[in-house]
């Protein structure tokens, strides 16, 4: 018998390599060629969490007793630190045994979420643009894709009648509606009268709202969540990070919010993939979910606000037009009428510049005239950015 041979799954004919993955290793490349590439593109918080969680890391590492299997469903003192969370930032009562489920970030959330609510065949609404994992992870599961359009004349906000004319479909079988405010690539803020509609247009079509919600505090003073609507637990799940918010992306520590019986179906899912998290991470990202209000304003806002004003430069230099009162960790611009395409941009400013910036497209077609600034760097690296991008303007 001839041998065959080996092949990959048909699912991974429908997505590619993550952007970022496949673009940092060019990056990777031309910086051991000493190229020196300024990296504005990826959201990874280059600041570190606040002393009492790196302290309380070590504390527990220490403990001989700490380092065995975890629950799944995490800690009792990290959810109940979750529930203070949420009650003190957002004033949202979250039921810490029941109602609370830690992720090892939301991209775990976005695959178990869609196992527990989607069969292959589904639709899944999703946002354009928008962040790529709702898309390639929905595509991986044998998912639907149906996209709404978010459009910078609507500040970003979901257009309710283009909802009701997709959902109205004859074919229509939609289970899940991602959204995500504050917008990530967009800096469109949370709006209390989105979430309000967000939350009935779920219960009128019997559809799953999942809001993820990492960026509420970075250069944000109003902290708004789905879960503040009421019935919206009835109805809607709602991630959150400490990625953003804590300085802490490496650490993988994200959370699912909703009521009790969907969080039984995502950890029935969860329990048969992954154990729970390293105990002493848990417990540091209990403590960090006590930093006071100085340490978020002086992280969140302040260091921000200060990294803003540079990369605002940077989208003057390039023609770029911005809303001023977008919030995130990232800028995002509209390019000038007279570049034909945006790679035409990011790809001169990579390789004249050195200078790494990331093209809109790569969040949906709806970006493919903008792109995104991260503020993930230090202010004298942005400001070197800024010079070196007037020397090839």
Known sequence: MANRPIEPADRLSLVQEYYFSRKLKEVAQMNAEGKDIISLAIGSPDMPPSEQTINKLCEVAHQPNAHGYQ???GTPELREAMAGFYKRWYDVDLDAKTEILPLIGSKEGILHVTLAFVN???E??????GYPTYTSLSKILGAKIVN???REDNGWQPDFDELEEIVNRKSSNCKLLWTNYPNMPTGGRAQRETYERLVQFAKEHSIVVVNDNPYSFILSEEHLSILQVPGAKDCCIEFNSMSKSHNMPG???GLCATNA??????????SNIESGTFRGIQLAAA????????WHREFNINTYQRRREWAEKIMDTLGCTYDKNQVGMFLWGKIPADIKNVEDLTERVLHEARVFITPGFIFGSNGERYIRISLCAKEEKIQQALERINKII
Not at 124 to 129: E, K
Not at 261 to 270: C, E, S
């Open 148 to 150: 709404y359009n978010l």
């Open 287 to 294: 403590e960090a979910y006590q930093n006071d209000e100085a």
């Open 71 to 73: 629950p799944t469903q």
């Open 251 to 253: 650490w993988r520590v």
């Open 261 to 270: 019986q969907f969080i039984q179906w995502i950890l029935k899912v969860q």
């Open 124 to 129: 899944v609404l999703v946002p354009n643009p």
């Open 120 to 122: 292959p065949g589904d």
